[in-house]
């Protein structure tokens, strides 16, 4: 019996999804070295060793981790100096004792840092001014300010709350917009408006037509809710991460300005639309009132996003992130990674686009019955597995795609266990991210095809194997 076990590490205890949809592995676990037993991913304790379906049984040779779990912010704590504001040359000695607010990153946060002796100057600090990085965010989208706040979900509900300041306004979206199907309806729970959803086409776009009767039919109505504010996605993820069009971008704030709403882009990838068009972040985000943006998908950042906008929309954020909970105290750890992130953005997006369209090349060239893909329509690092026929569901598939067996490391010298998602009742899901190389594209894409040729087998013999269980191969 040849060839390479391999496990992909996942990090089901966290539900990471975003990280962890492709080839698992979670941007908040730190690296291994730096575990003393506890957290959640692999080596932890709620995550054993071998875990899986793959898990080391007797006999099989020992499992080798291809560890695809790099803590994405550990670069920042190499070779640590700490962030100190700059004395004023002109002031008392620069010697203050701060009684004003909770502490900064303690000493014993710092002592987790793995000292790199040979640390070249250069390195990134580990802590950044949240200030700066709002600065730099806002640049980067052209807009006059920007919040650091931790998630991009708290960005999209700020925004909401800000721009309808009156219960039960209307707020128009995507039936599929992660604003709306997710996240527990927090903008009619919170913000207090009233969500008309609209079809979302292939592209991720609103019909136009269909999006002005919308607003037509509400605007100046005594019967219906107050139009107020319409939310585009970008990238749609639902779409499979499609970037909308620019022209599409123009047309909308154009029907909005007509009617008086306002525009707000959740761009929680919008760094993935800009890379892909080509294009300034900036010159996506002038179609819109406010954006917000997310360091903690493709840019590999822990957490944390920013929402941009005007200076006076900026200034009645901060009460909104104030009420829901969101200003953060010792930040600077955050905005030192999402800087790192950001300013690696299109180096990285670039490869995990790569990675992502030849994943789906190699789907499209398998030419199974069992699954295909829609090329045209990977734009990005999103990658929609359509499932044809009703065997394997999107589930099971995924179960097989998980699974190790004898078989697998027979035919193809390989055990590779590739964790997807189940996105619908038709496709699953893949999502490319900095923790995925070409290598792990290739094995993947691989597993892939041992899987569908099998399923395929199955069916030509009219069995319908039982999905492995969770457990075991
Ligand atoms: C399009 C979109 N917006 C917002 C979010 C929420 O991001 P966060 O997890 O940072 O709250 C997600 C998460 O997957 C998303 O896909």
Same mark, same amino acid.
């Given at each position: ?22 080839? %698992? +592995? ?99 600090? #580990? ?21 650091? &706040?931790?998630?991009? $979900? ?13 219960? !039960? ?68 993820? +639902? ?39 080509? #294009? ?67 180096? $990285? ?12 090349? !190699? ?6 019955? &069992? ?13 929609? &597995? +359509? ?24 035919? $193809?010298?390989?055990?590779?266990? &590739?964790?997807?998602?189940? %996105? ?6 893949? #999502? %490319? ?41």
């Amino acid at each position: 019996m040849g060839g390479t076990r391999t496990c992909l590490p996942h990090c089901s205890p966290c539900k990471c999804w975003e990280s962890c949809r492709v080839l %698992w +592995s979670c941007a908040l676990c730190p690296p291994p070295h730096l575990q003393h037993g506890g957290g959640h991913g692999p080596g932890s304790p709620t995550e054993p060793r071998g875990h899986g379906p793959g898990g080391a049984s007797p006999g099989t040779r020992p499992r080798q981790e291809v560890s695809l779990l790099r803590w994405a912010c550990a670069p920042l704590l190499w070779g640590h100096r700490g962030f100190c504001q700059e004395p004023d040359p002109g002031g008392p000695p620069a010697r203050c004792q701060e009684l004003w607010r909770d502490p900064r990153p303690s000493p014993a946060l710092l002592r987790h840092v793995p000292a790199r002796a040979d640390a070249p100057p250069q390195d990134p600090p #580990v802590l950044f001014p949240p200030a700066e990085l709002q600065r730099r965010a806002a640049g980067l989208l052209g807009m006059e300010e920007a919040l650091f &706040v931790p998630t991009a $979900t708290m960005a999209n509900l700020i925004a909401v709350m800000c721009h309808c300041q009156r219960r !039960g306004a209307q707020l128009i979206l995507g039936q599929d917009a992660h604003l709306h199907r997710f996240k527990h309806g927090g903008a009619a729970q919170v913000a207090g408006i009233h969500p008309q959803v609209l079809p979302d086409l292939p592209d991720g776009t609103f019909d136009l037509e269909r999006l002005e009767l919308t607003i037509r039919e509400a605007h100046g109505s005594r019967y219906h809710p107050r139009p107020e504010l319409i939310c585009l996605e970008n990238t749609h993820s +639902s779409a499979g991460g499609r970037a909308l069009p620019l022209a599409y971008l123009r047309q909308v704030r154009g029907l909005a300005g007509r009617y008086g709403l306002r525009v707000h882009m959740d761009g929680a990838r919008l760094m993935n639309a800009a890379v892909a068009q080509d #294009v300034e972040p900036a010159r996506i985000a002038r179609h819109c009132d406010s954006v917000s943006l997310c360091f903690s998908k493709g840019l590999g950042a822990p957490a944390g996003a920013v929402l941009a906008g005007r200076r006076e929309f900026v200034a009645e954020a901060w009460r909104a992130r104030k009420l829901l909970g969101g200003g953060m105290r010792q930040a600077g750890v955050l905005a030192a990674a999402a800087r790192l992130g950001l300013e690696r953005a299109e180096a $990285t997006l670039r490869r995990d686009h790569d990675n992502a369209r030849r994943f789906a090349e !190699g789907i499209q060239e398998l030419n199974s019955p &069992v699954c295909s893909v829609n090329l045209a329509a990977v734009e990005t690092n999103i990658v929609m &597995v +359509s499932i044809r026929g009703g065997w394997p569901s999107p589930a099971e598939l995924c179960q097989h795609l998980r699974a190790v067996s004898e078989e697998e490391l027979a035919e $193809t010298g390989q055990a590779v266990s &590739v964790l997807l998602f189940p %996105w619908s009742a038709h496709a699953v899901r893949a #999502v %490319w991210h900095r923790d995925v190389s070409a290598r792990d594209t290739e094995l993947a894409k691989n597993k892939l095809e041992f899987v569908a040729r099998k399923c395929q087998e199955k069916l030509a013999q009219g069995l319908r194997p039982t999905p492995p269980s969770a457990g075991g191969a």
